[in-house]
């Protein structure tokens, strides 16, 4: 069975950092393309940040690109979202995906599955 779970979310002041982690377990990780989403309250989720599996090429979304960074580490089953400059409209809940797909994927559908999520509130 898959698992993914996310850390490293918290409470932090505007132009703070964070690094939020997905540690998965039960499948081939290497095989899996995997992405970051997040959902603020009473928005739909959306798409943050994407890495393919193999040549770990990357997709972001307009509004976190050139603060955001995607990375994965094939050998602890992991993936990495590094957060800089954070605003307040970053505040959601992040969610790490997997999905056993070429390429790199924006779209939640391309991902079977999900982490329970982690917070990130930023105070401005």
């Known amino acids: 069975q898959v698992h993914l779970v996310e850390s490293g979310g918290g409470l932090v002041q505007a132009g703070d950092s964070l690094r939020l982690s997905c540690a998965a377990s039960?499948?081939?990780?290497?095989?899996?393309?995997m992405g970051w989403f997040r959902q603020a309250p009473g928005k739909e989720r959306e798409f943050v940040a994407a890495?393919?599996?193999?040549?770990?090429?990357?997709k972001y979304a307009e509004s976190v690109k050139g603060r955001f960074t995607i990375a994965r580490n094939d050998a602890e089953n992991t993936v990495y979202l590094q957060m800089n400059s954070l605003q307040p409209e970053d505040t959601a809940l992040y969610f790490c995906?997997?999905?056993?797909?070429?390429?790199?994927?924006?779209?939640?559908?391309?991902?079977?599955?999900w982490g329970q999520g982690t917070q990130v509130t930023v105070s401005s």
């Open positions: 995906a997997a999905g056993l797909v070429a390429g790199i994927r924006s779209v939640p559908n391309d991902y079977g599955h």
């Open positions: 039960g499948l081939t990780f290497s095989t899996y393309a």
């Open positions: 890495i393919s599996r193999m040549y770990s090429r990357t």
